[in-house]
Structures are given as C-alpha cells and as structure tokens.
C-alpha cells in the first residue's frame, strides 16, 4: 500500500524544484531563509503532487518599456478539491526580495488569501512589491515573491508567447488569459549540489 506521509519534508535555506511543463523544464530556487511561510505553503503542494496537471493559463504583456515586459501565471486556480487553506502574507519589504527578471510570487486577491497560484516575472516590476508608505493599502501590501527561477527562462519566455484568447477572462485579466493553457506535467524537489 502507497501513501504519502503528512509529516512534511524537512527544507533548508533553500529549496530547489523541477516544474516540468508541455513547454519544457522550469527550475526553481526558493528561498525559505527570507520567506519561510510561502516556501512552507507551496513545498506542501509540491510534496503531495498537487501541482500535478496544473496549468499556466495568464500572461500579462505590458506594452512600455524593454520587451518582454510582464508576467506569466498558472496554478491550480481555486480548485476545492486540491487547494489547502490561504497562507499568511509576507510582503517583500519584510522578505528583501523583490519582482525582478525570474522571480516568483504568490498570486492573491487580498493579503493572505494566496494558495496555490502563482505569477513568473519576465521583467522588473516594482509595481508589484510592498510599498509601505503608499496611501493604496494594495500597494502597501504587495506580492510575496519566494524564489528564482534558475534555468528555464527560455521555457517562461515560450510560455509568455502563447497565443492569447480575445474572448476569456473578465476585469484586468480581459485579453491576459491563454487560449490553450500550458499544463504543469509535475513540481517535484531535485538534489542540488553541494
């Protein structure tokens, strides 16, 4: 009998993960050192195989400045029956980190309602980072970034290209949605050297 034990998996500083897609591999360093509790969050997805048939289904393509300049999003999208409870917000000007050129973060409504989606910058966007003496309480609060990608930009460039839908997607995401959305074949940890 096959089982997955509910004892978590220890992680240390770091944690390095292969996110293979139709697309090709993304690898992925997070950083539990800086942001424990979001790290914490997504290695339980990662480690219970939640992640498994997951998909990319957004691109934000910002038309001003160096191209590519935007994001892409995926995850299991709110789905009940794999999603665990929102994790607790850790906002860049508490973690240091920042939305750079690779980075990951959390996606969200409000603060602390993050589960089990996610955003790749393929630009700086500081517009997404804490901003504490902002008068927005949004901006104030900001992403939570968790991590790097470290090899596989290629692979979130290609996921970027994508062919977009004209007709998905309501509000901001009007026009961001992918028309056949990239699917997350697996997340599973990999050894690191060293």
Do not use: C
Not at 21 to 36: C, R, S, V, W
Not at 83 to 102: I, M
Not at 166 to 192: F, N, W, Y
């Amino acid at each position: 009998m096959l089982f997955r034990s509910l004892k978590p998996l220890p992680i240390g500083d770091t944690v390095t993960v292969a996110m293979v897609t139709d697309l090709g591999t993304i690898e992925l360093e997070l950083d539990h050192k800086h942001a424990p509790l979001t790290v914490e969050n997504f290695m339980r997805y990662v480690d219970l195989h939640r992640f498994d048939g997951a998909v990319f289904y957004r691109v934000m393509r910002l038309k001003w400045g160096e191209q590519p300049n935007g994001l892409v999003q995926g995850g299991l999208q709110g789905n009940p029956q794999k999603v665990f409870k929102p994790v607790a917000h850790e906002p860049t000007s508490q973690t240091g980190l920042a939305h750079v050129p690779g980075a990951i973060a959390m996606a969200r409504n409000a603060p602390g309602t993050a589960m089990a989606d996610f955003s790749i910058m393929l630009s700086r966007l500081e517009g997404l980072d804490a901003d504490p003496k902002s008068p927005d309480p949004e901006r104030q609060a900001g992403f939570a970034v968790f991590g790097m990608v470290t090899n596989g930009m290629d692979v979130v460039r290609k996921i970027y290209d994508v062919p977009l839908s004209e007709t998905k997607g309501q509000g901001i995401m009007h026009g961001q949605m992918i028309d056949k959305p990239v699917r997350i074949l697996s997340v599973r940890r990999i050894a690191t050297a060293g």
